[in-house]
Structures are given as structure tokens and as C-alpha cells.
């Protein structure tokens, strides 16, 4: 079958379906494009200006390959299948992400196929960076971190860690959401394009990073090896470790590289160094070396020229695109500043109608209140003002009691003075009686004893009279009758008789003196205790008026009067009590 004949059977054009990192696209080929012209096509789709770091890749059997832009589609080993797939990666890595990559599409592509590699592990990351890098991933994705809206658990069904690091440690999925969390609450402020070349600026710096791994021997005895090749060089690794290469031939070094079916030869720089050779089973794979060999070369070569013009005009549009952007973020942050403020003050308004409509309903809930209350204190006012009628009447009232009482106080204040001048007249006039008492007393002491001086006179006499009754008795019995009184009476027999006659009868006098003085005495102080007795009994009363009718004087005190003078009753009956004892004695 001739080739020509297999062109007119061939129809004029063929489905292709490309699948970038974040987007999948269908285009209708025409059979005679070329690589680079489905190339160009998703290239001018997607709006991706740095074409070089990009390819095409499809899978062929067991391994992939690149779509080479200078043949046609169709004859390549793509495959057979309708639409056929490829898929839009980048092919080559910077060196530095920061200086090389211009475009924001470029970062968002690189940032999207490192994040997945990582993921995937194809490139190893230590769990402290994993999760510093996750948190860069949530900025690009969700902005600024906010406590009201990202509550917790929102990052549950995002891939955000390699299983391998969740496998690593004893960890729940709200403790690495946590963690995840902390470190992005300090990115608050950061731009999406700025978060995601942040997360390749640490990306780049891990070992793996943009290294292409192939299995190779050193000599015929196959000794396995594996193959590195990145935007530094080739490296040599062993088989179990990817991370540290055992020898490295940066592209500065190397002078040639040259491949014969399964033999790979590296001549370096220095003539005096010895030639490197490998060997790969896999003609197909020795092809892949081989491109992304040279393609690396050519890009490290690339950036250390002065940048061509097509360059310099990206990076300077890329320039303003970036102070247009950050203008546009900082007018997008003021709006959204005013916006959150526009929407505090309208939740305050509402918060502030709610509450007015609260306060007017409650308002007029008052307002019926007031009005069934109104009624209520019409009433209570009306009932108020004959009260306060009865209450001005009973004040008249109380008014005129109280002018009557003072009345009364004034009366009984008088009396009260009046009172106490008789008590002290009284008083006065019991410490009289108990002077002329004492007095009375010293005389019933003398009177009493004259009559015991008298009593021994008498006795005296009486003695005296016998004994000369005794010396004159047988005088008279010589006599027989007795001699003729003397003209006088009785002179001499009876003068003692008389004598005693006479003090009998003074002794009467005396006692019937002192009687009638007792008797005297006592009327009066029975008259005088009486007159006490009825003092006492009037001020008690008075007493007992005032402190009823002291509450409504004038002043609004209740007056007590003082008791009147209390005379001891030994001063009072002291007079008599000494004129009953002289006449026990007499």
C-alpha cells in the first residue's frame, strides 16, 4: 500500500483532546499540521507566550514522549485513538522561577504541575515543608483567611498533603487542617499569582525538583543506575536514592553528547577528565535523553544572553501588567474595604431598624398602657382629691387638737412648774420639821434627863425621908401623942408628902406637855404626808397626760417631766419616831 494511497483514504481532518493542569480543550486538526502548529494552537488558546519551558506528551506502550514540533502529528507514534490525547506539561524548569518566569499563566501552570508532582510524590518533600507549601496552596485558592467564613473542616476535601506524610505521623485530619490553618492565617494580604510563585520558590530548592529520572547501566556487567536530568546538568544517582547524586555533569561542563542505539557517551569540557558512558535498553528512551538533553542545554545557554526582544517586551508588559494588577488589587481591597464598611453600617441600620421597630412596638405597647393607666389615674385622682378633702379636713382637725394640746402643754407646763414649787415648799418644809424634829428630840433628851435627875432626887429624898422617919419614929413613941403642929399644917411628917405631891404634879404637867405636842406633831405629819401622797398621785397624772399628749405638740416631741424630790422617809418621821421613844421610856 503506497502512501498515497493511504492520504486519500485518510480524512482531511482529526480530532485532538489536550488536558492542561486546570483545563481540558478539543480541537479539529487538519491532517497535514505539523507539531508546532497544534503547538501554536493551544498555546494562542490558553494565552501562553513562554512557549519553550512547554510541550505536548503523550504515551507511547510502556513510557511517554514528546510531540516534535518539526514533523507532522500523524506521523508520529501518537495514538490511534479519536480524539487523541495529549497532554500540556511543562517540558523544561527554570532555573530560578522568580527571574525566568514572566507570564502569570506561566507561574499558575508550573505552580499547578509541581503541586500535583508532589502530591504524587514525584518529588520528595519533608512534612514541614509539605505543610508550609499547603498553606500557600490554600492563599492561592481561597484568599485571605477569615475566621467567619473558613470555618473549621472546609479544607476536608482538598489534597493538600502527600499520603506519605499523612502516613508519617499518629495525626487526624482536624490536626493537620490545623496545622495547615496556622500558617495560613499568616499569609493574609497575598495575591493569588504572589502565593503561588511563593510556593515555587520553595519548591525549587527541593532535590527532585524538575529532574527527569531514567534507568540506565554503567557497563556490560549492568550495573543498574538511574539517570537525572534537569536546568543544572545530568546527574548520576543509585537506584535507591534519588536525592543525592553520586556524580553530576553541569551543562558547563560537558562538550558533547553523543548516543549509538544503546550507547550514551558524555565528553566533558576538561580533556583531562575521562568519558562518561552509559547504556539504555530502549531506543525510544535514548531519544527522550537525548531531547530533553538538548533542550536543557539550549535553555541554559539561553539565560545567560542578554534577553531577546520578544522577551524584554513580555517582561515589560509583564511589568505593567503586575502595577495594573496590584492597582487593581489595592482600588479591589479599598471597595472591598468600603464594601465590608457599607455592609457594617447596613447591618447597624438594620440592627438599628430592628431595634427602632422593637422600641416603637414596645412604644406602643406603652402608649395602651398609658392610656388604660390614664383611666386608671383619673380615677385614682378623683378618689385622690376626696381623700386629700378628707385629709385637709382631718388636718383642720389635727391642727386644731394640736393648737389644743399646746394649749394643754403650756397649761401643763405651768402646773408642772407649779408642782415643783410645792415640792420644793414641801421639801423645805419636811427638812424643817426634821430640824425642829432633832430639835424637839434634844429636848425630850433633856427632858428626860431632868426626870431622871429628878427621879434620883426623889429617890434621894425619899431615902432621906425614910431615914429620919427611922430616928424620929421612937421620939414619938416616948411621946405618946404627938406635939401640936405649928400653924402652917402639916409641917413635918408630911413635908415630904408634900414634897413628893409636888413633883408628882410637875411630872403631870410635863407629861401631859409633851403629850399634846406629840399628838401636835403627829396631825401635822400625817396632814404633811398626805399633802405628799396627793402631790405625787397629781404629778403622776400629768405624767401620763403628757406622754399621750405629747406626740402632738407643736415641736413634734414628747415631753417628759422630771419626778418630784423624793424625801427620804427616815428625815420625815424622824421627829416622831424620837418622841415615841421618850414616851416608851417615860
Known amino acids: 500500500m503506497s502512501i498515497l494511497g493511504l492520504k486519500k483514504k485518510q480524512p482531511k481532518t482529526f480530532k485532538v483532546k489536550v488536558i492542561t493542569m486546570d483545563a481540558e480543550m478539543e480541537f479539529s486538526c487538519e491532517v497535514k499540521w505539523k507539531g508546532k502548529d497544534l503547538f501554536d494552537l493551544v498555546c494562542r488558546t490558553i494565552g501562553l507566550r513562554e512557549t519553550w519551558f512547554f510541550g505536548l506528551r503523550y504515551t507511547v506502550k510502556d513510557t511517554y514522549a514528546w510531540l516534535k514540533t518539526e514533523k507532522r502529528v500523524l506521523d508520529q507514534e501518537v495514538p490511534k485513538d479519536s480524539p487523541i490525547t495529549f497532554h500540556f506539561l511543562a517540558k523544561f524548569f527554570p532555573e530560578k522561577v522568580e527571574e525566568e518566569l514572566v507570564q502569570e499563566i506561566t507561574q499558575h501552570l508550573f505552580f499547578l504541575q509541581v503541586k500535583k508532582q508532589i502530591l504524587d510524590e514525584e518529588i520528595f518533600c519533608s512534612p514541614e515543608a509539605s505543610v508550609l507549601l499547603a498553606s500557600y496552596a490554600v492563599q492561592a485558592k481561597y484568599g485571605d483567611y477569615d475566621p467567619n467564613f473558613h470555618k473549621p473542616g472546609f479544607l476536608a476535601q482538598d489534597e493538600l498533603l502527600p499520603k506519605r506524610v499523612l502516613m508519617q505521623y499518629q495525626m487526624t485530619a482536624d490536626m493537620w487542617e490545623e496545622k495547615i490553618t496556622a500558617w495560613y492565617a499568616e499569609h493574609r494580604g497575598i495575591a493569588r499569582d504572589e502565593a503561588e510563585m511563593d510556593y515555587l520558590k520553595i519548591a525549587q530548592d527541593l532535590e ?201 402643754a403650756m397649761k401643763t407646763k405651768e402646773e408642772k412648774r407649779l408642782m415643783e414649787q410645792k415640792m420644793r415648799e414641801a421639801e423645805q418644809l419636811a427638812v424643817k420639821l426634821v430640824e425642829q424634829s432633832e430639835r424637839r428630840s434634844k429636848e425630850a433628851d433633856h427632858l428626860k434627863q431632868d426626870l431622871s435627875e429628878a427621879k434620883d432626887a426623889e429617890r434621894r429624898a425619899k431615902q432621906k425621908l425614910l431615914e429620919i422617919t427611922k430616928t424620929t419614929y421612937p421620939l414619938i413613941a416616948a411621946y405618946s401623942s404627938p406635939p401640936p403642929p405649928p400653924d402652917g399644917g402639916d409641917l413635918n411628917l408630911e413635908t415630904g408628902s408634900v414634897r413628893m405631891d409636888f413633883k408628882d404634879s410637875d411630872m403631870k404637867r ?68 424620837a418622841q415615841m421613844a421618850y414616851f416608851e421610856e417615860v
Not at 220 to 225: C, G, I, P, S, W
Request: glycine residues 2%; contains cysteine; hydrophobic residues 35%.
Open 208 to 408: 527532585m525538583y524538575g529532574v527527569s529520572y531514567f534507568s540506565i547501566t554503567q557497563n556490560k556487567r549492568d550495573t543498574e543506575l538511574l539517570l537525572g536530568v534537569d536546568a543544572q546538568g545530568l546527574h548520576i544517582y543509585n537506584p535507591n536514592s534519588k536525592l543525592n547524586p553520586n556524580k553530576s555533569f553541569p551543562w558547563s561542563g560537558i562538550r558533547n553528547i553523543s548516543y549509538s542505539e544503546k550507547e550514551f557517551t558524555i565528553k566533558p569540557l576538561d580533556k583531562k577528565k575521562d568519558v562518561f558512558k552509559f547504556y539504555s535498553s530502549q531506543l525510544r528512551v535514548n531519544k527522550l535523553i537525548l531531547q530533553l538533553c538538548i533542550g536543557n542545554h539550549d535553555l541554559f545557554m539561553r539565560r545567560r544572553k542578554a534577553d531577546s526582544i520578544e522577551v524584554q517586551q513580555m517582561r515589560a508588559q509583564a511589568k505593567e501588567e503586575k502595577a495594573r494588577k496590584k492597582m487593581e488589587r489595592q482600588i479591589l481591597a479599598r471597595e472591598k474595604q468600603l464594601r465590608e464598611e457599607a455592609e457594617r453600617a447596613k447591618e447597624e441600620m438594620e440592627r438599628r431598624l430592628f431595634q427602632l421597630q422593637d422600641e416603637a412596638r414596645l412604644a406602643n405597647e406603652a402608649l395602651l398602657r398609658s392610656e388604660e393607666t390614664a383611666d386608671l389615674l383619673a380615677e385614682k385622682a378623683q378618689i385622690a382629691e376626696e381623700e386629700a378633702k378628707l385629709l385637709a379636713h382631718k388636718a383642720a382637725e389635727a391642727e386644731q387638737e394640736r393648737q389644743r394640746l399646746e394649749v394643754t
Open 510 to 577: 410635863l407629861s401631859m406637855e409633851i403629850e399634846r405636842e406629840r399628838l401636835e406633831y403627829m396631825e401635822k405629819s400625817k396632814h404633811l404626808q398626805d399633802q405628799l401622797k396627793e402631790l405625787k398621785s397629781e404629778i403622776e397624772s400629768l405624767k401620763l397626760e403628757e406622754q399621750q399628749a405629747g406626740v402632738f405638740s407643736h415641736r413634734g416631741e414628747a415631753r417628759v417631766y422630771p419626778d418630784p424630790p423624793y424625801i427620804p422617809h427616815s428625815n420625815r418621821n424622824s421627829a416622831y419616831m
